[in-house]
């Protein structure tokens, strides 16, 4: 014990209480207490510096953040009072901001779906095991391991809009083909421009997506589709009855993962569009509000947004996780 | 929440019960052509990437060089290599510092709780979704404010501090699956929180700091948005670096694409050799440890 008591404070504070002779505290309540709290206390300060770091960083700067968004900070010389929700409802009234959220949306619709949809079939194909799994499993999860801004330089080149004599990537492939049809001016569409745009992340993203299914998947007990099998369900009724309501837990963490994900897309759009008016999304305008108009209340408030707008969604899921796991007794 | 579940990946696949041969090579022949489709734009990368600078053209674009060349990897070693050195110089101690914090708070939280731990804990897993714009703007003026900004410290500073959520998460799941009884054991020989940190717990932690170790260089080195506004030109890192270099007129494919697969193969070359700490930090970010 004095070994350890002189290792550290923390250690010293009560790590060894339970072994010290406990007869002359059993007595009262508040001799109790101190047990107890001598019990934690040391636990506590060995995450307090991350709690420090964690309150600091991220809730200390997002209520800044906060008190900026609710301020007339636009330009240094303002004093920065407080303006209420001034600043969010002004957003709406600009034309840049609808544009941005409707491109965001697009974006997001078409990356969620898209990749979910091709990581449940990647997960499906290799569930059953097939010649080549660790090999196609490699590869369809390697685009995760690099950067979007890497990503987008491959796929700006292959969503190049050139016209078609000029063309150099898809485009060129379309005409080689004589498939002319399908040549199209790919992100820099106005409206749906925005689909083309989640098209490297689908690319890159599904993997990922494969590989919880993937696990979801195997996590499935053989006996369960056993079971089904001996009651007459065809192979694919063994997926559709018993093995993909299995899987609602996965699916809705892919959906939150890969939805906030979209929800702040930033570097993506940088690297293919730079700063393009036709694929401005939220952080990309964010990103000039602050930059280059530096008008930081303005940029706040679009921070704001985006927070709200994961928040909405991430807080539930992570309460309800939470709550499944102590149900579970972790 | 099987602990074994992430593993079952890597593991080889199970009965082929019910599928016949012909089932099997339609199942094949789809996943190859969703192959090429991955592969695509891998080919072009490394094909644009060996074509001297003339043949760099849209003509010839889906087309292997006529003549092998490395003068755009040559160019692109130039322009990338400061950013590579900033890059390592700032990943390794973001790393480090974060899976050390995270091992400690994993420990507290698995396995020597204090009143409001889970609390604390949900809190901390909120920090790894949170959209970083959110807390941009004030830690670029406090960084400003406190004449920090110039170096790389603000952003080995902001990846440690957002990348403690995620291992302390990697971490208390791992230290959760240690038997109750080993802990036990050495509380009621009167080891402390410390002493059993140090006896019993850090001599098996070596796969869950693997997994953390991976996950933060992944994740550091690929970042964009904290780079460029936490560091100045001196210490850009790669991915800035390559987003300037990429997003010139000026530059050829050939540089542009050799540059993206030089920023891209330190990553890619751990993915390749240690997969499988690299799956179990992605799958943590799912909650699923």
Same mark, same amino acid.
């Given at each position: 014990?004095?070994?350890?008591?002189?290792?550290?404070?923390?250690?010293?504070?009560?790590?060894?209480?339970?072994?010290?002779?406990?007869?002359?505290?059993?007595?009262?309540?508040?001799?109790?207490?101190?047990?107890?709290?001598?019990?934690?206390?040391?636990?506590?300060?060995?995450?307090?510096?991350?709690?420090?770091?964690?309150?600091?960083?991220?809730?200390?700067?997002?209520?800044?953040?906060?008190?900026?968004?609710?301020?007339?900070?636009?330009?240094?010389?303002?004093?920065?009072?407080?303006?209420?929700?001034?600043?969010?409802?002004?957003?709406?009234?600009?034309?840049?901001?609808?544009?941005?959220?409707?491109?965001?949306?697009?974006?997001?619709?078409?990356?969620?779906?898209?990749?979910?949809?091709?990581?449940?079939?990647?997960?499906?194909?290799?569930?059953?095991?097939?010649?080549?799994?660790?090999?196609?499993?490699?590869?369809?999860?390697?685009?995760?391991?690099?950067?979007?801004?890497?990503?987008?330089?491959?796929?700006?080149?292959?969503?190049?809009?050139?016209? $078609?004599?000029? @063309?150099?990537? #898809?485009?060129?492939?379309?005409?080689? +083909?004589?498939?002319?049809? /399908? %040549?199209? &001016?790919?992100?820099?569409?106005?409206?749906?421009?925005?689909?083309?745009?989640?098209?490297?992340?689908?690319?890159?993203?599904?993997?990922?997506?494969?590989?919880?299914?993937?696990?979801?998947?195997?996590?499935?007990?053989?006996?369960?589709?056993?079971?089904?099998?001996?009651?007459?369900?065809?192979?694919?009724?063994?997926?559709?009855?018993?093995?993909?309501?299995?899987?609602?837990?996965?699916?809705?963490?892919?959906?939150?993962?890969?939805?906030?994900?979209?929800?702040?897309?930033?570097?993506?759009?940088?690297?293919?569009?730079?700063?393009?008016?036709?694929?401005?999304?939220?952080?990309?305008?964010?990103?000039?509000?602050?930059?280059?108009?530096?008008?930081?209340?303005?940029? $706040?408030?679009? @921070?704001?947004? #985006?927070?709200?707008?994961?928040?909405? +969604?991430?807080?539930?899921? /992570? %309460?309800? &996780?939470?709550?499944?796991?102590?149900?579970?007794?972790? | 929440?099987?602990?074994?579940?992430?593993?079952?990946?890597?593991?080889?696949?199970?009965?082929?019960?019910?599928?016949?041969?012909?089932?099997?090579?339609?199942?094949?022949?789809?996943?190859?052509?969703?192959?090429?489709?991955?592969?695509?734009?891998?080919?072009?990368?490394?094909?644009?990437?060996?074509?001297?600078?003339?043949?760099?053209?849209?003509?010839?674009?889906?087309?292997?060089?006529?003549?092998?060349?490395?003068?755009?990897?040559?160019?692109?070693?130039?322009?990338?290599?400061?950013?590579?050195?900033?890059?390592?110089?700032?990943?390794?101690?973001?790393?480090?510092?974060?899976?050390?914090?995270?091992?400690?708070?994993?420990?507290?939280?698995?396995?020597?709780?204090?009143?409001?731990?889970?609390?604390?804990?949900?809190?901390?897993?909120?920090?790894?979704?949170?959209?970083?714009?959110?807390?941009?703007?004030?830690?670029?003026?406090?960084?400003?404010?406190?004449?920090?900004?110039?170096?790389?410290?603000?952003?080995?500073?902001?990846?440690?501090?957002?990348?403690?959520?995620?291992?302390?998460?990697?971490?208390?799941?791992?230290?959760?699956?240690?038997?109750?009884?080993?802990?036990?054991?050495?509380?009621?020989?009167?080891?402390?929180?410390?002493?059993?940190?140090?006896?019993?717990?850090?001599?098996?932690?070596?796969?869950?700091?693997?997994?953390?170790?991976?996950?933060?260089?992944?994740?550091?080195?690929?970042?964009?948005?904290?780079?460029?506004?936490?560091?100045?030109?001196?210490?850009?890192?790669?991915?800035?670096?390559?987003?300037?270099?990429?997003?010139?007129?000026?530059?050829?494919?050939?540089?542009?694409?050799?540059?993206?697969?030089?920023?891209?193969?330190?990553?890619?070359?751990?993915?390749?050799?240690?997969?499988?700490?690299?799956?179990?930090?992605?799958?943590?970010?799912?909650?699923?440890?």
């Amino acid at each position: 014990m004095s070994e350890a008591t002189t290792r550290s404070g923390a250690a010293a504070a009560g790590g060894t209480g339970p072994r010290r002779p406990r007869t002359d505290r059993r007595g009262s309540r508040g001799a109790r207490l101190v047990t107890r709290v001598r019990s934690w206390l040391p636990s506590l300060l060995l995450v307090s510096p991350s709690i420090l770091l964690i309150g600091l960083f991220v809730y200390g700067m997002i209520g800044w953040n906060t008190r900026l968004a609710l301020s007339d900070q636009h330009r240094p010389i303002d004093d920065g009072s407080f303006v209420g929700l001034d600043n969010f409802i002004a957003l709406w009234g600009e034309a840049r901001w609808p544009a941005a959220v409707n491109n965001a949306i697009v974006f997001t619709v078409v990356f969620v779906g898209g990749a979910l949809l091709l990581g449940w079939l990647l997960g499906l194909l290799l569930d059953k095991g097939i010649r080549g799994e660790p090999v196609f499993r490699t590869l369809f999860l390697a685009p995760m391991a690099v950067s979007f801004i890497a990503t987008g330089v491959v796929w700006r080149w292959l969503m190049n809009p050139a016209p $078609a004599e000029r @063309a150099t990537g #898809l485009n060129a492939l379309f005409v080689h +083909f004589n498939l002319d049809f /399908l %040549v199209n &001016t790919w992100w820099t569409a106005p409206d749906f421009g925005m689909a083309a745009m989640a098209l490297p992340a689908i690319w890159q993203l599904s993997g990922y997506v494969m590989a919880l299914f993937l696990a979801g998947f195997r996590g499935v007990p053989e006996e369960l589709r056993e079971a089904a099998r001996v009651d007459g369900c065809s192979e694919w009724g063994v997926y559709r009855h018993v093995v993909m309501p299995q899987l609602r837990p996965v699916t809705l963490s892919a959906v939150i993962i890969i939805g906030h994900m979209s929800l702040k897309v930033f570097d993506l759009i940088i690297a293919i569009a730079g700063q393009q008016i036709v694929a401005d999304v939220p952080a990309v305008y964010m990103w000039s509000t602050v930059f280059e108009v530096r008008d930081p209340a303005k940029g $706040a408030t679009i @921070a704001s947004y #985006l927070l709200i707008a994961v928040a909405v +969604f991430v807080i539930p899921y /992570l %309460v309800w &996780t939470m709550r499944k796991e102590r149900s579970e007794g972790r | 929440m099987s602990r074994s579940a992430p593993d079952r990946v890597i593991a080889p696949g199970g009965g082929t019960a019910g599928t016949t041969r012909r089932g099997q090579a339609v199942k094949f022949a789809v996943l190859v052509v969703l192959a090429a489709f991955f592969l695509m734009p891998m080919y072009v990368l490394v094909v644009t990437g060996f074509k001297p600078f003339a043949e760099a053209t849209a003509a010839r674009a889906w087309l292997l060089p006529q003549a092998w060349s490395t003068e755009g990897w040559a160019a692109a070693w130039t322009a990338l290599a400061p950013g590579l050195w900033n890059s390592v110089r700032m990943v390794v101690p973001a790393a480090v510092i974060s899976a050390v914090l995270g091992s400690l708070n994993g420990y507290v939280m698995a396995r020597w709780r204090f009143p409001g731990a889970d609390t604390v804990f949900t809190l901390f897993l909120f920090g790894m979704f949170i959209p970083y714009q959110a807390v941009m703007i004030p830690l670029q003026q406090i960084m400003v404010s406190s004449g920090l900004m110039g170096g790389l410290f603000p952003l080995i500073l902001a990846h440690t501090v957002y990348g403690i959520p995620i291992c302390t998460l990697i971490f208390r799941n791992y230290y959760a699956s240690i038997p109750h009884t080993l802990i036990e054991a050495a509380r009621v020989d009167g080891a402390g929180l410390l002493r059993t940190y140090a006896h019993v717990i850090l001599p098996v932690s070596a796969p869950a700091f693997a997994v953390t170790l991976i996950w933060q260089f992944t994740s550091a080195w690929n970042d964009f948005l904290f780079a460029v506004f936490l560091t100045g030109p001196r210490s850009w890192p790669v991915t800035v670096q390559l987003n300037n270099v990429a997003g010139s007129m000026v530059v050829p494919y050939n540089q542009q694409m050799a540059a993206a697969v030089l920023a891209s193969l330190p990553t890619l070359l751990i993915y390749l050799l240690l997969g499988r700490y690299f799956m179990r930090g992605l799958m943590a970010g799912a909650l699923k440890g």
